[in-house]
């Protein structure tokens, strides 16, 4: 199982941080976590409840990480194994996820892929998601994956939905030209853009579509 112990600084000020597994003691917090970072018009069905919880830290315990911060839980990132051979790139969250309740979770797959990355909003300015996600890319080193993949959301392109398509505003954000608070974190987190798909998740402000971002692993 995975544990890890750092420092994170607000200003000049040190706090004591700890990356690990998360498990049943957590899902109530893991719930509120939810609830604070996808508010409506975010449907509220698909945030987690406990059975997808337990599902999670029963098929791939490895794959659920939290973060505390001086000993308050603050975020979590979940995560399940697939052959990325079996499905096209062409999918939606709900399938390749099991609606988040993971029972496809494949043992023998080549691929973690990503199901949710979840901070306070809060404590977003520390960079935790991405210290979460340098972790998950030791557990891939570790169990010999080939590859993190992922659907990020794109929750600022409604904004420039009436003058881009959803290609150029990826272009643009590439580019420097805008910022995405989703799609600009992944690639801060050394991820890169595979393709957009449309239909990924029911989300009114990235109209639906999502980029599936991908992180190799240089050991294969």
Known sequence: MYRSELFIFEEDKPY????????????????????????????TELLWNKEQLHNHVTFFPEGTLCIEIDGKLVGSLTG??????????????????DGGYVRNHNPQGNTLYIVDISVRPRYRKFGLGKLMMQSIYHIVIEQRLKRVLGGGRMPGYHKHAVELSPQQYLDKVLSGDLQDPVISFLLKCGRKPVQIVDNYIEDEESHHYAVLMEWKNPFL
């Not at 998360?22 to 449907?43: G, H, T, V």
Request: hydrophobic share 40%; charged share 20%; proline share 11%.
């Open 16 to 43: 004591p941080a700890v990356i690990r597994n998360y498990n049943e003691d957590d899902f109530d917090e893991l719930i509120a976590i939810q609830a604070e970072c996808f508010p409506p018009p975010f449907p």
């Open 80 to 97: 399940l194994c697939v052959e990325m051979d079996i499905f096209s790139t062409a999918h939606t969250w709900h399938e390749i996820t």
